[in-house]
Nanobody
């Protein structure tokens, strides 16, 4: 059974940093593209960042480029999202997800496994 477990969310002030982690089990982690998405209240789920299987390539939404960094440790079956200079508009539930090789990383429909999400709240 595949499980993706996010952690690291919380309540912070604008300008602060958080590091999200997503521990994967039940799949060959290094075979999957990993992504982060987020969903704010009343809004659709949106792409945040993705990383290729070997971490050679990373992809970011324009809204987080330069502030967020995605990374992975295939030995630990874990993907991370380092979030710096957080803004109130970053407030959302953050989900990690796994996609098979060749998927269009920006599309949520490309991802076959999803975590339960972790809440990030940024106060002004």
């Amino acid at each position: 059974q595949v499980q993706l477990a996010e952690s690291g969310g919380g309540l912070v002030q604008a300008g602060d940093s958080l590091r999200l982690s997503c521990a994967a089990s039940g799949l060959t982690f290094s075979s999957y593209v990993m992504g982060w998405f987020r969903q704010a209240p009343g809004k659709e789920r949106e792409f945040v960042a993705a990383i290729s299987r070997s971490d050679a390539n990373t992809y970011y939404a324009d809204s987080v480029k330069g502030r967020f960094t995605i990374s992975r440790d295939n030995a630990k079956n874990t993907v991370y999202l380092q979030m710096n200079s957080l803004k109130p508009e970053d407030t959302a539930v953050y989900y990690c997800a796994a996609a098979r090789y060749g998927a269009t990383v920006y599309r949520s429909a490309s991802y076959v496994y999803w975590g339960q999400g972790t809440q990030v709240t940024v106060s002004s």
